[in-house]
């Protein structure tokens, strides 16, 4: 089978190197087209592939008609809403994703962005400590379970909701459950998103739960930009001087955020919460194993899609 690993931004050169040995190891061959610049290399190289494997690239109707072999795609990472789960479905084609594979990147990354706007950017001002705040997990998957583990070492307590997590069960991981988002927002000193993009999570954060912040409320995103609805969330940065956001994925418009907030604002130049070595790697290998296993025996564990 012809494995193809298109990725715009590559994976490192040792996350390659193990997907190859594993790849080749299972009698496959690999195909590679990285830091592609135009959609047509995408279309033109999956013609003749069996298996793909993509970072944040995006798997549309139109790449799947390109593709006339695929029988799985795999997105190496946890989010998944760069995969057209319907076109994949109506190609039958298994779509999966590589969960847990850099939820440690993407926690530390929020804990380390918790600490950045404590800390007023790195700037000299006097800052405050996040030992003995309050944060909120707004879903406790994979990477908001770990930031509650790694918050809670760090001295702060942790509340969590998550709708598809019975409370009870919250409780049992250590955390408080909250009883609805605004009682979540309402009582901490920092939210951290976790949730997927979804129809029902995009534009969800808005004014009405973040003006709900205690002062100096800090919004810690490394989700999704599409499940903050920016406007709203403008208006209450605008009317509440204390309140700051900081994300790793850039808003739409993100210079009213830095003409209105300076310093109370930050957003990665790049998305980076799963840019480790380590996440690189461990994503990367998840996904060749999870497509030898495919075609061995036909493994469907972290199957997306139904048809
Ligand atoms: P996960 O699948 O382990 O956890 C997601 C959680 O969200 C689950 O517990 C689920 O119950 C909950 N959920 C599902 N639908 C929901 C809804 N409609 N409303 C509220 N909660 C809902 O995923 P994860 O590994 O923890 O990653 C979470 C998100 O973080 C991903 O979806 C992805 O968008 C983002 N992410 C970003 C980066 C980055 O580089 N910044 C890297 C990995 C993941």
Do not use: W
């Not at 790694?150 to 069960?169: H, L, Q, T, Y």
């Not at 810690?220 to 509440?240: F, H, P, Q, S």
């Not at 296993?293 to 997306?304: E, I, R, V, Y």
């Amino acid at each position: 089978m012809n494995v193809l690993v298109a990725t715009e931004k590559p994976f490192a050169a040792a996350a390659v190197n193990g997907i190859r040995e594993i790849v080749e190891g299972a009698g496959h061959t690999l195909s590679l087209l990285e830091k592609y610049t135009e959609k047509e290399q995408l279309l033109k190289a999956v013609a003749d592939a069996d298996a793909l494997i993509v970072r944040s690239d995006k798997v549309t109707a139109e790449v799947v008609a390109a593709a006339p072999n695929l029988k799985i795609v795999v997105r190496a990472g946890a989010g998944f809403d760069n995969l057209d789960l319907e076109a994949c479905s109506a190609a039958r084609i298994v779509a999966m994703n590589t969960p847990g594979q850099n939820s440690n990147a993407v926690a530390e990354l929020a804990i380390a962005m918790m600490i950045y706007m404590s800390r007023g950017q790195f700037t000299p001002a006097t800052g405050c400590e996040i030992q003995g705040k309050k944060v909120g997990i707004q879903a406790f998957g994979n990477v908001g379970r770990l930031v509650g583990r790694k918050a809670e070492a760090m001295g702060m307590s942790v509340m969590a909701i998550d709708p598809f997590i019975p409370a009870e069960k919250i409780k049992e991981m250590g955390a408080e459950p909250a009883a609805s988002l605004e009682d979540l927002y309402s009582k901490c000193d920092f939210v951290s998103v976790h949730i997927p993009a979804t129809p029902e999570t995009i534009g969800s954060i808005g004014y009405d739960l973040v003006s709900k912040m205690p002062k100096g409320g800090v919004l810690v995103n490394t989700a999704r930009k599409e499940v903050i609805d920016e406007e709203g969330l403008l208006k209450a940065l605008t009317e509440r001087p204390d309140l700051k956001y900081v994300t790793d994925i850039a808003p739409d418009r993100i210079a009213e955020f830095q003409e209105k907030c300076a310093l109370r604002f930050f957003a990665t130049p790049k998305k980076m919460g799963a840019q480790t070595a380590e996440a690189n790697i461990n994503a990367g290998l998840a996904a060749a194993r999870q497509i030898c296993g495919f075609f061995a025996d036909g493994c469907t564990k972290f199957q997306l899609n139904k048809f």
